[in-house]
Each structure stands twice: as C-alpha cells, then as structure tokens.
Nanobody
Framework: LQLVESGGGLVQPGGSLRLSCTTS????????IGWFRQAPGKEREGVSC????????IYADSVKGRFTISRDSIKNTVYLQMNSLKPEDTAVYFC?????????????????WGQGTQVTVSA
C-alpha cells in the first residue's frame, strides 16, 4: 500500500495550491483518506478527510470554505484544493489511508502514510 503526495510549494498569501495524494496497492473507494499537516514545533493536525464509498467529507474549522477535498477513483488520487492560503497554513502536508476509522480526522487511527509535501505561504 503506497501513498505519494505532490503539489506543494511556495505561494503568496491569498494564493492557491492543489495537493495530490496518488495511491496504489489498495482499492481507493474502500478506504478513508485524510489530509493532515504538521508545522515546525506543532503537533500533527487533521485538515480534511473523505470517507470511503459515500465520500462524506470533513474539514477543520481553520480551513472550512477555503479547502476542498475530492477523490478521483479512476486515477486513484485524492486531491486537496487549497484557496485563499494564509501564512498559518504553512506546514508539511501528509495524506493517510485507513480502511476502518471512527473519526476520519484523527491521525492516530491511520496506519498508512505518505512522505509529505511542504507548503509554504509567504510574501
């Protein structure tokens, strides 16, 4: 089971980025996928997640209305569209997969992780 994040980079405040989490080795539709981030000196926090099958989505309050998570089962990829980026969004962003979770935004429930991609929001 493999997850690879891409799409990070340096962007000015107010800008946009689209992160991709490309998966392989498991049926994407049967797994919950979460996006998490970790800034220097801070704990890893849940950003957004999308449920298996029905695709229910959850967002952290800090990103609601700015970020959108989506899944393309044909491409085995989950996206995180990030708009109106703020300096406080700066972090390493990780995607994670798990078949059964109680709270899809809880990092402790995930066993499978990607390597992360750096997002830096700065003027």
């Amino acid at each position: 089971l493999q997850l690879v994040e891409s799409g990070g980079g340096l962007v000015q405040p107010g800008g946009s980025l689209r992160l991709s989490c490309t998966t392989s080795g498991f049926p994407l539709d049967y797994y919950h996928i979460g996006w998490f981030r970790q800034a220097p000196g801070k704990e890893r926090e849940g950003v957004s997640c999308i449920g298996s099958s029905g695709g229910r989505t959850i967002y952290a309050d800090s990103v609601k209305g700015r970020f959108t998570i989506s899944r393309d089962s044909i491409k085995n990829t989950v996206y995180l569209q990030m708009n109106s980026l703020k300096p406080e969004d700066t972090a390493v962003y990780f995607c994670a997969a798990e078949e059964l979770v109680h709270f899809c935004h809880n990092a402790e429930e995930y066993d499978f992780w990607g390597q992360g991609t750096q997002v830096t929001v700065s003027a």
